[in-house]
């Protein structure tokens, strides 16, 4: 997708692995958000940065961490990898309060 | 808490044919309800929203419809394509848009067979 890069696209950790999803958006959007989708359960929100400096926990925080390094970055950390934590992980990112989300094309994480 | 649920979770229909997929939402202050394709290995991609002050969107074969009163609402798709197979998700926002938190449906596979 233009405009949300996210790496690495593919990663394989063993438990209690750390690893950090790097997410770069050059739309000039204030707001990000980390998703993860399983199947059969949509899409659910980590966290979220209304805008640079602030950041939000979502519906399914619990094992993550992030950081909004500046207004172009968003950095989803998973300390202690778990088999639970397998799934792939979208970056969102939202201008104004009237624009809609645009996604990157998600990085697949497989955890064992 | 906040819930969508959509259905049905898949759907296959003849090309040409239309397509209807409906979603409910428990919260009544949601008030942005926007829709979603995914193709495989793809990130989902907009194809269509709706907010609150209005009851209908169309744009060409694809239209929105919002029951505030009855917390649903439904993407309908008509003259179906071999390339609007996918899987499709509605979302709703988490109370009003400003945080742009979205509760999303559990999603839709949708087949149009040739």
């Known amino acids: 997708n233009a405009g949300v890069t996210q790496t690495p696209k593919f990663q394989v950790l063993k438990t209690g692995q750390s690893m950090t999803l790097q997410c770069a958006q050059d739309?000039?959007?204030?707001?990000m958000y980390w998703y993860r989708q399983d199947p059969g359960m949509g899409l659910r929100l980590i966290y979220y940065?209304?805008?640079?400096?602030?950041?939000d926990k979502g519906e399914v925080p619990n094992g993550y961490n992030v950081s909004r390094l500046n207004k172009r970055e968003f950095s989803l950390r998973l300390e202690s990898a778990a088999p639970s934590q397998t799934s792939v992980y979208f970056c969102?990112?939202?201008?104004?309060?009237?624009?809609?989300?645009?996604f990157g094309d998600g990085t697949r994480l497989s955890i064992l | 808490g906040e819930n969508v649920e959509q259905h049905p979770s898949t759907l296959s229909v003849q090309e040409g044919d239309s397509a209807v997929i409906k979603c409910t939402y428990s919260?009544?202050?949601?008030?942005?309800f926007p829709w979603y394709k995914q193709e495989l290995g793809k990130g989902p991609q907009l194809i269509i929203d709706?907010?609150?002050?209005?009851g209908e969107k169309k744009d060409q074969r694809i239209a929105v419809t919002l029951n505030k009163t009855a917390k649903h609402f439904s993407l309908h798709i008509t003259e179906t394509q071999p390339e609007d197979s996918a899987v499709y998700f509605c979302?709703?926002?988490?109370?009003?848009?400003?945080?742009?938190?979205?509760?999303f449906g559990q999603g839709t596979t949708l087949q149009v067979k040739p």
């Open positions: 709706i907010r609150s002050n209005v």
């Open positions: 739309m000039n959007h204030n707001s």
């Open positions: 979302a709703a926002s988490a109370g009003s848009s400003n945080t742009g938190k979205l509760i």
């Open positions: 940065s209304a805008s640079e400096g602030t950041t």
């Open positions: 969102a990112t939202r201008g104004t309060w009237n624009q809609p989300q645009h």
């Open positions: 919260d009544s202050a949601s008030n942005y």
